[in-house]
């Protein structure tokens, strides 16, 4: 997909030394999607999804390095800024092309070499067991560690070797990109058929005002299928808005964007999911990239809520949970979910402009007076549980806590507060650890008063830890009596590794 910010070219009468003449593969080329390996410990054998963004001057005359940015990786916690690194050429190669169908249902057997999809990467192993459930246990060589996978999260490993793959990759059947092609084509001849341009007009007078925040779609080459955050500036005529972009800049790289879109081409920001939904095979979903939300089918859906999304452009990419929604259409004022690739039929759903109510209070767990742990979204302490007192229910989805170890701001009296009731769960019953923490294992540490939410880095010695927390990326080490066993609140029960023992 294409870049829609805008580069402004500069020229100098100065004489400029030459650069010397850097050779790339082929396939290495500026936006050029990629799978890039890692030479850090405990990363060799991984490769992740990203792009090529540029060349970088290297001091050696043997080495080429380029800045890359990855699919799945991010600077930040809420997944919009991805992260990007300068490698060597060597760690980078195109990624593996899809498969045809034939390969996707074959057996895997004992001693197969695999790839398999795990904490955002594709890692090389070997296939240890065939299990009966339609999993397989991988040994990993460089981790010395065994884990079991679904059959969708394997695919059979490729070494990239002078510019081919060996194995050779089976090609997709021709058919199958024509039958996405024309259900691509059909659904957008559907769409437009309902859109009544009238009623679609009165709607923008009414609820496009002067800074209302909206998305802005193109027709542009390069661009069909994306949405651009922005807001209206005015509105010029019966049929034109002018908009300033979120992302998007002018020539100076300075000022916001601003440009004039009709009004069948802006709607409202479409109504954010209150659950964190499973995306499966099928689903139309929207992922955010470059600076725009693009739409896709899903292609592939893994166990830890990444996703490969197909896009009308041709392009196949992998994704981590952030950073999607589902598509959603805007059709005369009201949203409407789209028809799974493969239904026959299924009636449009209206989406609320509001959110949800809430799911009901579980008082039989969260009764006044009980014991809780509450979680904050505040920015910084997000994964952390904080001890507390419920002391009453503030209307239906409100309530009124009163921490055990955090002080009010005279440093004496108990801090309170008010807080939605998705952010209170019961205290975690005590656990017997059967076995001690092994790298990997999810944990809860207690740090600065509260349960902070990390995964093992490093086991040491005298029962100690090394504990790494994703959202802030810090590594702290730990003894085992500052650490449980993580353990989730589902639907009214207390989900946990079969490492551990109720007390």
């Avoid at 916690?77 to 690194?85: M, V, W």
């Avoid at 065939?130 to 999993?135: A, E, I, P, Y």
């Avoid at 002018?242 to 601003?258: A, F, H, S, T, W």
């Avoid at 920001?269 to 470059?290: H, L, Q, R, T, W």
Wanted: glycine share 6%.
């Amino acid at each position: 997909m294409s870049s829609r910010r805008r580069v402004i070219s500069s020229s100098s009468n100065k004489k400029r030394k030459k650069a010397p003449e850097i050779h790339l593969p082929p396939f290495l080329k500026p936006g050029a999607a990629v799978e890039i390996s890692s030479d850090e410990s405990g990363f060799r054998g991984s490769w992740y999804l990203g792009k090529l963004v540029t060349t970088v001057p290297s001091d050696s005359s043997t080495t080429t390095r380029c800045e890359v940015e990855y699919t799945t990786l991010f600077f930040d916690k809420e997944g919009r800024k991805r992260l990007k690194e300068v490698v060597d050429v060597a760690q980078l190669r195109p990624p593996v092309p899809e498969v045809a169908e034939r390969e996707k249902r074959r057996d895997v057997k004992v001693g197969e070499e695999v790839d398999a999809f795990y904490s955002d990467g594709w890692w090389e192993g070997t296939v240890t067991e065939v299990l009966g459930d339609g999993r397989f246990s991988v040994y990993f060589r460089a981790s010395k560690e065994q884990i079991r996978f679904r059959r969708d999260e394997l695919r059979f490993h490729r070494e990239w070797v002078n510019g081919v793959w060996k194995p050779p990759v089976e090609e997709m059947e021709e058919e199958e990109e024509e039958e996405e092609e024309e259900d691509d084509t059909e659904e957008e001849e559907d769409l437009l058929s309902l859109v009544d341009p009238e009623s679609a007009r009165e709607i923008a007078k009414q609820m496009f005002s002067n800074g209302t925040i909206v998305e802005v779609s193109s027709d542009e080459e390069g661009f069909k299928g994306s949405w651009f955050a922005a807001k209206v500036v005015e509105h010029i005529d019966e049929d034109k808005y002018l908009v300033e972009y979120r992302d998007l800049r002018e020539e100076n790289g300075i000022e916001p964007l601003k440009e004039e879109a009709d009004f069948l081409h802006i709607r409202p920001p479409p109504p954010s999911e209150e659950d964190i939904i499973d995306f499966a095979v099928g689903d139309k979903i929207d992922a955010f990239y470059n600076d725009a939300w693009w739409v896709g089918d899903v292609i592939e859906s893994m166990k830890d809520g990444s996703v490969g999304i197909h896009f009308r452009s041709g392009e196949k990419m992998r994704f981590g949970r952030q950073g999607l929604r589902l598509h959603k259409d805007w059709i005369n004022g009201t949203w409407q979910l789209p028809v799974k690739r493969g239904e026959t039929k299924r009636a449009a759903t209206k989406v609320p402009l509001r959110p949800k109510k809430a799911k009901a209070i579980d008082k039989e767990n969260l009764s006044v007076g009980n014991q809780v742990e509450v979680s904050s979204v505040e920015e910084g302490f997000e994964d952390s549980w904080f001890l507390a007192k419920l002391i009453e229910y503030i209307g239906t989805d409100k309530c009124l806590v009163e921490y055990e170890k955090l002080k009010a701001e005279d440093g004496k009296e108990p801090l309170r507060e008010e807080v939605n009731v998705y952010q209170i769960r019961p205290r975690p019953p005590e656990m017997v650890m059967v076995h001690p923490f092994e790298k990997l294992d999810e944990v809860d540490a207690l740090y600065n008063d509260g349960w902070w939410v990390g995964v093992v880095k490093k086991v040491l010695a005298e029962s100690s830890y090394l504990v790494h927390f994703p959202n802030t990326n810090e590594v702290l080490k730990f003894h085992v009596s500052q650490l449980r066993l993580h353990q989730e609140w589902i639907d009214g029960k207390w989900v946990a590794s079969s490492k551990t023992q109720t007390v």
